[in-house]
């Protein structure tokens, strides 16, 4: 069983940083795609970032670009998601998604296999 736990979640001011984590369990990553979605309330979720598990590509949403990076540990089995000058508006729930047949980096929620419950980011002015 697939099991995607994130962490690094909370409150923080305009300006701050946060760390995510995303560590997965059951499957070890290779030719995946591993990517970062957030929900604010009453909005839909939205593609934050990906990486491509064996190549290291990445690829980032305009909204977040220059911002927010992505990283994986293979050894760890985990994708992070480094998150700096955060904004109000970056202000929702983040998941991280696990594609299981393929490496490509796609920007579509319903093309991810596997999905970890989230955790909330608070970003006060």
């Known amino acids: 069983q697939v099991e995607l736990i994130e962490s690094g979640g909370g409150l923080v001011q305009s300006g701050g940083s946060l760390r995510l984590s995303c560590v997965v369990s059951?499957?070890?990553?290779?030719?995946?795609?591993v990517s970062w979605f957030r929900q604010a309330p009453g909005k839909e979720r939205e593609f934050v970032a990906g990486?491509?598990?064996?190549?290291?590509?990445?690829h980032y949403a305009d909204s977040v670009k220059g911002r927010f990076t992505i990283s994986r540990d293979n050894a760890e089995n985990a994708a992070f998601l480094q998150m700096d000058n955060l904004k109000p508006d970056d202000t929702a729930v983040y998941s991280c998604?696990?594609?299981?047949?393929?490496?490509?980096?796609?920007?579509?929620?319903?093309?991810?296999?596997?999905w970890g419950h989230g955790t909330q980011v608070t970003v006060s002015s």
């Open positions: 998604a696990v594609a299981a047949d393929t490496a490509v980096i796609v920007t579509i929620p319903q093309l991810y296999t596997y």
């Open positions: 059951g499957r070890t990553l290779s030719r995946n795609a």
């Open positions: 990486i491509s598990w064996s190549s290291g590509t990445s």
